[in-house]
């Protein structure tokens, strides 16, 4: 009877435990039933998110300011005429540019910048680059032509040290075509080439030259291309050389057998010399367009001119990158001295420098505050017989830029 | 004096050579000291030959391949430079 007894309380009991469990067990479930729910909300979260090997994004850059000029032309026997300007906007220049990169997969690249100079709407590159293999890029369409190092790395706002840009870097611009480049290791050291076939420059009728455009002026193409050499191993110094040659005649003109050939050198040298770093830069251009006849102008005779321009700057900036002080560490002061010639005896020729001197204080890596004062001095080569004009101009400027690139 | 100009075929036939060359020295190898370079030690070298040196927090993952792309065919890196610099930004 007894054992009947603790039968009866060890079922009793195990039913008391059941009835305890229960509950807990069913609130375990519920909290089970919502961890999952949540995980296959987080992995739709992820699944939305998942980086495929497309991707577009927008960057860009932003440049405005303001500038105080004063202009002095003396003419030849008069007395100088002063002309001042202050102007916001015109902080050579105002600029916005967003860069759209649409990366349609690891091979491919799309690359659109827009750009609103504050009087027009235009285009500074729109091309499309495959990355076909190990140092081999092939790109098609609007680009900016390979020479030298300025118009393509230097002249954005937020990465030149110097408000304006050195006079004479114009040419050859952007252009229409095909490319190739690429960078290859060479022992310690590193070369690399970028080459391209474009439509070309255009001879006008006055010995300047311009991009073709979209609808190139004859069937002759241009081809273009820089070569450089890093020769130690920590990439501080880069020389580089460019050359050019361009069919530049329209089509049946009298400028049919004109030719433009444009040959380049460039230095690039950034080393840390605790606690300042140094940064070097330069660049030469040379323009040559071969020897024709340009019509008169105001019923003159026609005439012609050696139509050779050359080009070239050589800048230097310090930055105590290495002070312990933050404000001092993002000051850099910056100078740039630049020539620029152009044929004596066209109605465009000049001898002209420029001293450019520089503080800049950076914000943040891609942003600054520059303050430039320039000194610009050109003397007239003009040919009056054909409607140039002799003189000299001098201008004073002083900048307040700001630039960031976003 | 008439100026000798170089005509264009001439253009053509020297980038069909330079095509030669590229393929020719595209087979150096680098050597052991450059191999061994890290993506931050490259980044420090290559991104200030032309401005300062990039946060790597400014921009996501995704967006330093597409940048590191773009700057590939700015600055002409390497394809090894390019890819450590972009996996040092996005650490």
Redesign the interface.
């Known amino acids: 009877m007894k054992r009947f007894h603790n039968l009866v309380y060890a079922v009793l009991g195990l039913c008391g435990l059941l009835a305890a469990a229960n509950p807990a067990r069913a609130q375990q479930t519920a909290a089970d039933s919502s961890v999952l729910d949540r995980l296959t909300a987080l992995e739709q979260q992820v699944a939305d998110q998942k980086p495929g090997d497309s991707h577009f994004m927008v960057a860009g850059l932003t440049t405005f300011g303001f500038v105080s000029n004063k202009t002095t032309f003396t003419a030849p026997g008069a007395p100088g005429q002063i002309m001042r300007t202050n102007s916001f906007g015109d902080a050579d220049h105002y600029e916005l540019s967003p860069m759209l990169l649409w990366r349609h997969s690891n091979n491919l690249l799309v690359e659109f910048e827009p750009s609103f100079d504050g009087n027009t709407l235009g285009v500074n590159w729109a091309n499309v680059t495959y990355f076909a293999a190990p140092g081999l890029q092939i790109r098609g369409g609007y680009f900016v032509v390979p020479f030298g190092i300025y118009n393509k790395r230097l002249a954005a706002g937020w990465i030149d040290k110097l408000a304006g840009d050195p006079n004479g870097f114009d040419m050859p611009g952007t252009d229409f075509g095909i490319g190739l480049s690429g960078g290859f290791p060479l022992g310690d050291m590193k070369w690399s080439y970028d080459v391209s076939l474009t439509n070309g420059l255009q001879l006008l009728p006055d010995g300047e030259l311009q991009n073709a455009g979209i609808v190139d002026n004859n069937k002759g193409k241009m081809v273009s291309g820089r070569f450089s050499l890093l020769p130690f191993s920590n990439s501080c110094l880069e020389i580089g050389v460019s050359a050019l040659h361009s069919n530049a005649g329209d089509a049946g003109s009298n400028f049919t057998s004109a030719n433009v050939n444009m040959y380049g050198a460039d230095i690039n040298f950034v080393k840390s010399l605790d606690p300042i770093l140094v940064n070097i830069k330069g660049q030469y251009n040379r323009i040559e367009v071969s020897r024709q006849t340009y019509p008169g102008q105001n019923d003159a005779p026609d005439y012609s001119f050696s139509n050779v321009s050359s080009a070239a700057f050589a800048q230097v900036s310090l930055r105590p990158t290495g002070a312990d002080d933050k404000f001092l560490k993002n000051i850099e002061i910056a100078y740039r001295y630049s020539s620029y010639n152009t044929p004596a005896n066209s109605t465009w020729g000049a001898n002209s420098h420029q001293n450019d001197f520089g503080v800049d204080y950076w914000l943040n890596w891609r942003t600054v505050l520059k303050c430039t004062y320039s000194l610009s001095h050109a003397v007239s080569t003009a040919n009056a017989d054909q409607g140039g004009t002799l003189g000299i101009t001098d201008v004073n400027a002083i900048y307040l830029q700001f630039s960031v690139e976003f | 004096m ?2 000798k ?2 005509p ?1 075929k001439m ?2 036939t020297m ?1 069909g050579v ?2 030669v060359l ?1 393929i020719v ?2 087979s ?4 052991q ?2 191999a061994a370079k890290s993506g931050a030690q490259l980044w420090a ?2 991104c ?8 790597p927090a ?2 996501s ?3 330093w ?3 590191g ?2 700057m ?10 390019r890819d450590k610099i972009v996996a040092f930004l996005q650490q």
């Open positions: 008439k100026r100009i170089i264009a253009w053509i980038t330079f095509t590229l020295f595209g150096c190898a680098e050597n000291k450059i070298e290559n200030q030959r032309c401005h300062n040196t990039p946060s400014s921009f993952h995704s967006q391949v597409t940048i792309m773009h590939q065919t700015r600055a002409q890196l390497t394809d090894k430079e």
